[in-house]
């Protein structure tokens, strides 16, 4: 089993709408999530990290439940240039190594 | 803003020779990283580096695979006898809580 699960998509989102798109961990001893970005041939870069009590910026919010391993990340009023792949990351605790989800791709369309 | 940096940003070679990949971690980052990822699929941990040793390595890490931090700021990926399916993007990461990525050297052994 993979050890953490994303659907890839593509999502099409138009501009100004809210998408929505969540991962799932396998392993339950991960401590830590991460929400990074990834535009194409890219680094990964650190979106956000996500918090069991759940956390937000800006247009951004992420979202934790454990009892079902589960992350979640909502966009809100996207724009053309949040177009890139959403990579969800679980680690076991911090500095330790991170595992990535294949990640969503998110297409902004005018 | 510090980043972390790799060199080079492309490096072709023969299948059976070897590579050495460098990267210069943030400054003040004392937990270091690599991963891969192979074209279309998920980023791959390798192995993680802490107080001058190994901590944590994946089954793709094997003995052609081998780190260093030579002197106070380099820290280095070598793999000794390249092969076809070592193509792949190998990310650098540092760390002193959150990961941060290098922008990547594309590997092709032809």
């Not at chain 2, 510090?2 to 003040?28: A, D, F, K, W, Y």
Request: charged letters at 20%.
């Amino acid at each position: 089993r993979k050890e953490v699960e994303q659907d890839p998509g593509p999502f099409n989102v138009p501009e100004g709408a809210t998408v929505a798109f969540n991962c799932t961990y396998s392993n339950s001893a991960s401590q830590s999530f991460f929400w990074y970005r990834q535009d194409c041939r890219k680094e990964p870069k650190l979106l956000m990290s996500v918090y069991s009590s759940g956390n937000e910026d800006g247009r951004f919010t992420a979202q934790l439940n454990r009892a079902s391993q589960y992350i979640s990340l909502l966009i809100r009023d996207s724009k053309l240039s949040d177009s890139a792949t959403y990579l969800c990351v679980a680690s076991p605790y911090g500095n330790n190594r991170l595992a990535f989800g294949k990640g969503n791709q998110v297409v902004v369309i005018p | 803003e510090p980043e972390v940096t790799q060199t080079p940003s492309h490096q072709v070679t023969q299948m059976g020779q070897e590579v050495i990949l460098r990267c210069v971690p943030i400054s003040n980052h004392l937990y270091f990283y690599w991963y891969r990822q192979i074209l279309g699929q998920k980023v791959e941990f390798l192995v993680s580096f802490y107080n001058n040793e190994i901590s944590e390595k994946s089954e793709i890490f094997d003995d052609q695979f081998s780190v260093e931090r030579p002197d106070g700021s380099n820290f280095t990926l070598k793999i000794r006898s390249t092969k076809l399916e070592d193509s792949a993007m190998y990310f650098c990461a540092s760390s002193d809580n959150e990961q941060f990525f290098g922008p990547g050297t594309r590997l092709t052994v032809l």
